[in-house]
């Protein structure tokens, strides 16, 4: 996988557009410049945690005796519901915050960013790719740029696109996920057989 479809790939289950009114919703009592400091430190930790799990991958899944297939059948299920609930959300959504706590690590950097279905499909990349680490820590670096960028400039987009066309982006960019969820399903199911 080249550096700009696995970025690809991150982007989307990262899903900052998708988060875009949570992330709102989060920092919506705070100063704006504090805003900002609070959201860049989330996306660094998030960065971090990312490249840690790029990087220690192997050796997470050597220690828990995870073979590469089952990283990808389970990481195509994962990510398969994860579109699915981009495609059709549920109403209301819970940060797991008290009112006016400002978030720190949880719930922004973990699991909003750097959820369990961005970790698996790091997992799977460092597992299939592992003389690749740098292409992928660039992909990784690119898929957090842009989210970082969008979140940024939160209010913007906000307003330009409005909730409606936040929701119309979400969904498609759902329908992509159900795609490559499904080819990771089959590609781990191929390797599986032996095909």
């Known amino acids: 996988m080249d550096i700009l479809s696995a970025a690809t790939l991150l982007f989307l289950i990262m899903d900052p557009l998708g988060n875009l009114p949570i992330v709102l919703s989060i920092l919506k009592h705070l100063e704006p410049k504090r805003r900002r400091i609070v959201l860049i430190r989330e ?39 994860i579109a699915i609930k981009m495609i059709f ?10 009112a006016g706590e400002e978030p720190f690590i949880v719930p922004m950097a973990i699991p909003m960013l750097a959820g369990p279905s961005v970790i698996a499909a790091l997992l799977l990349l460092s597992s299939q790719n592992p003389n690749n680490l740098i292409e992928l820590s660039g992909a ?10 969008i979140l940024m400039f939160s209010g913007v987009l906000h307003r330009l696109l409005g ?4 929701k119309a982006v979400e969904r498609l960019m759902g329908l992509l996920l159900v795609m490559i969820s499904t080819q990771m ?5 191929k390797s599986y057989m032996g095909m």
Do not use: N, Y
């Open 43 to 81: 996306l660094f930790f998030a960065l971090a945690i990312l490249l840690l799990f790029l990087f220690a991958g192997k050796s997470i899944m050597a220690f828990l005796h995870v073979q590469p297939e089952t990283l990808s059948i389970s990481g195509g299920i994962i990510l398969f519901i």
């Open 163 to 166: 909730e409606r066309g936040l």
């Open 140 to 149: 990784v670096v690119l898929a957090w740029g842009a989210t970082f960028v």
């Open 89 to 98: 959300p549920a109403a209301g959504s819970v940060t797991g915050l008290a």
């Open 185 to 189: 399903f089959l590609d781990g199911m």
